[in-house]
């Protein structure tokens, strides 16, 4: 290629976009890198002083999102996000709009959350219906990629929010990434409460690889194959093949991008299942086959195969 | 500090004011693109003086519209003209570097190589195919030849960003010509 005539050609472009690049100038700065580092810090300070050293610590390990509850959850949101900058792999966040997606609440409301996740989560029909909350946020991240296989361009996010019935603080309990919940046709979004113990793990895996791999890859679904079953008193072993189906984004190979691909992984969970035929949600354990030939050893925990942001 | 229209009038009265007002408006923007070009300030002041006296032959009949990226043109194309012929020079300006940065990204000659106009074409619907910030950064570095440092600061993005979006960018252009079979 000729550099020296592809040069001479761009000079020749209409005058309209050169008068448009004079005259650009961003209305908005971004975070200078010490005040990305102060961000983080801050935050950590406040939450550190409001909630004692062992609940802050657990919640910036756990927390993907620092957030400032409020009563105003679109701020919540819009806070959470533009505190994404304070994050190292964080290059770029631009927030394009933030807004409370009400058919998005209903439909979550109606088909994903009154069932297993809400057992779980101790969260009563009838405190969904006053005190959740799903806001959509549309924007544009960069990340870098040496730290994080986070997807940039283009994102949006559906955040899922809880309402402190005594403060009115709204906060940030969980996120989709590009997953459209209320749409997704598995059980373990929106199907009546799973019945069978296999129903109920895959419920209960899909919404652990969702937390785990949502902020990461867009699309995502899930399988089961190959399931066996075995009952000892009131704990149940099962064994199967999980498979995780998710758009590519194209990082190392660029027509991947937006191509469904899968990782599959051999699975044994274990877990008590109380008369009711329903699994006992502490008691589930799940482990990973370490081993990619031969008898499976299923001895290593599916948190530590997660991406290491998780921890972050 | 006088409007667009009044300089062009004054260039249409012969008036030598209107090379003062011009450069007086304009002289800087003029001076840090030549700059950015030839990485000499000798050689950047002679260019904008030529192409100073290029506007005063070509205005009137020309009425250019608008004025301020008329003149950056005709400033660009002197400058590149200088850059050109004192090319066993180096001189290590942005303008090398972003050269540099654009000969992987395009695609090398298959058949017959695209006509001046005909790239310029591509390049204008490759333009406008971007959203607006990238549109900005593309151009204030292959254009203007701006480090990413004053890219930085103009866009709000961070250096590091600006350059990840900008091999993004060309990745996008080659691909864009490529599937035109646009080839120079």
């Not at chain 1, 419920?203 to 089961?224: E, K, M, T, V």
């Amino acid at each position: 290629m000729n550099t020296k005539t592809f040069s001479e050609a761009l000079g020749e472009i209409d005058g309209k976009y050169i008068e448009s690049a004079i005259s650009y100038q961003a209305e908005r700065s971004y975070f200078s890198p010490t005040r990305r580092w102060l961000l983080p810090l801050a935050a950590a300070i406040m939450t550190l002083l409001l909630v004692g050293t062992a609940a802050a610590a657990a919640i910036m390990l756990r927390d993907l999102w620092i957030q400032k509850p409020s009563v105003d959850p679109v701020e919540v949101v819009r806070s959470a996000l533009e505190n994404q900058a304070g994050k190292e792999y964080t290059l770029n966040i631009e927030v394009n709009s933030v807004e409370i997606d009400e058919a998005e609440t209903a439909q979550v409301r109606e088909r994903f959350i009154k069932g297993i996740i809400a057992d779980r989560r101790g969260w009563s029909d009838e405190y969904l219906a006053g005190h959740f909350l799903v806001v959509r946020a549309d924007y544009y991240a960069e990340y870098d990629h040496t730290q994080t296989t986070r997807a940039d361009g283009e994102v949006t996010m559906y955040f899922y929010l809880t309402q402190d019935a005594d403060s009115g603080d709204w906060t940030i309990v969980d996120n989709s990434g590009n997953v459209n919940w209320s749409e997704d046709d598995s059980p373990a979004a929106g199907a009546p409460a799973a019945q069978t113990v296999e129903e109920q793990l895959f419920a209960y895996l899909s919404d652990l690889y969702n937390r785990a791999y949502s902020p990461y890859y867009d699309g995502l679904r899930y399988q089961i194959d190959d399931y066996e079953e075995t009952t000892d008193g009131d704990t149940v072993t099962a064994t199967f093949l999980w498979t995780m189906y998710y758009l590519g984004k194209g990082w190392d190979v660029g027509a991947d991008e937006g191509v469904e691909q899968q990782v599959s992984q051999s699975l044994q969970a274990k877990a008590v299942v109380d008369e009711n035929g329903a699994i006992v949600p502490e008691t589930i354990s799940v482990l990973a086959d370490e081993r990619a030939v031969g008898d499976p050893v299923y001895s290593t925990s599916i948190e530590e195969t997660f991406p290491d942001q998780l921890g972050d | 500090m006088i409007d667009d229209k009044s300089i062009i009038d004054l260039f249409f009265a012969r008036s030598e004011k209107a090379l003062a007002e011009l450069d007086g408006k304009y002289g800087k923007l003029c001076h840090t693109l030549s700059l950015n070009i030839l990485n000499n300030r000798q050689d950047a002041e002679e260019c904008v003086n030529d192409a100073y006296l290029g506007i005063w032959n070509a205005i009137p009949p020309a009425r250019p519209d608008p004025l301020r990226a008329y003149v950056c043109k005709v400033v660009r194309n002197v400058s590149l003209k200088l850059y050109h012929r004192r090319g066993a020079e180096k001189r290590n300006s942005v303008y090398d570097v972003a050269l540099r940065e654009l000969e992987d990204c395009l695609p090398a000659p298959d058949t017959v190589e695209a006509e001046g106009r005909e790239l310029t074409r591509a390049i204008e619907g490759f333009l406008d195919s971007l959203r607006e910030e990238n549109r900005i950064i593309f151009l204030r570095r292959y254009w203007f030849s701006d480090s990413y440092a004053e890219i930085a600061a103009r866009t709000g993005i961070p250096e590091k960003s600006v350059s990840m979006r900008l091999v993004r960018i060309r990745k996008q252009l080659k691909r864009y010509l490529t599937e035109r079979e646009v080839y120079v």
